[in-house]
C-alpha cells in the first residue's frame, strides 16, 4: 500500500506540474475568455501563481479520493498538503525577492515546481507514516472548497494589496 500511495503522489506531482503550466496560459490562449478566468492565470501576481498550483492539486485530490475511501484522514492529508504549497510559492518567492530583489523568471517557475514537489512529497509522508488526527473529513474537504472559492472570487473582486498585484502591469484581477 505505501509504494501505491507514493505513486499516486508522484503522478499527483505530475498532474500540478503539467496542470499549473497549462493553467498558466489558458487565459490568453482562449482569448480571455471570463469562464476560465476563475481556474487559470490572469496576471503574473503572486496570487495567481498560487492558483495554477490549487486548482490543479484539488481537482486531483477529488479523484484520488474514490481510490482511497477507506483513508479516514484522506481529506486532512490533502487539506495540509495543499495548504503547505500554497503557501510556499509566496514564503519562497518574497523571501528570495527580500534578500535578493528581483528574481529571474527561471527561478520562479522553479519556485512553482518546488513548491508542488515538497506538497507531494509531505502528502506522501503523512500516509506513509504520519498519525494525522482527523476530526472531520467534510471539514478538511469544506475549507478546500472555500478556498476556491476564493480563487475564484479575488480573480474578478481582487483586493488591492501585494500577493495580488501584478509585476508586469502594475494592476490587480482582470
Known amino acids: 500500500m505505501k509504494r501505491s500511495i507514493s505513486m499516486w503522489e508522484f503522478v499527483g506531482f505530475g498532474v500540478a506540474a503539467a496542470g499549473g503550466t497549462l493553467l498558466h496560459f489558458l487565459y490568453d490562449w482562449l482569448g480571455k475568455a471570463a469562464w476560465i478566468a476563475p481556474f487559470s492565470g490572469v496576471n503574473e501576481s503572486t496570487w495567481e501563481h498560487m492558483k495554477l498550483l490549487f486548482w490543479p492539486m484539488f481537482i486531483y485530490a477529488i479523484i484520488e479520493s474514490f481510490f482511497f475511501r477507506d483513508r479516514e484522514d484522506f481529506w486532512c492529508v490533502k487539506l495540509q498538503g495543499i495548504l503547505l504549497g500554497l503557501a510556499l510559492i509566496p514564503i519562497i518567492f518574497y523571501t528570495y525577492n527580500g534578500a535578493v530583489g528581483k ?5 520562479n517557475i522553479a519556485i512553482f515546481f518546488i513548491s508542488a514537489a515538497v506538497a507531494y512529497i509531505y502528502e506522501a509522508r503523512l500516509f506513509n507514516f504520519g498519525k494525522v488526527k482527523c476530526r472531520s473529513q467534510k471539514l478538511a474537504f469544506a475549507v478546500l472548497c472555500v478556498i476556491a472559492l476564493l480563487f475564484a472570487v479575488f480573480t474578478f473582486r ?9 509585476p508586469v502591469t502594475g494592476t490587480y484581477g482582470i
Not at 528574481?103 to 527561478?107: E, H, K, M, Q, R
Not at 481582487?158 to 501584478?166: K, N, R
Open 103 to 107: 528574481s529571474p523568471d527561471w527561478l
Open 158 to 166: 481582487t483586493p488591492e494589496i501585494g500577493i495580488f498585484l501584478d
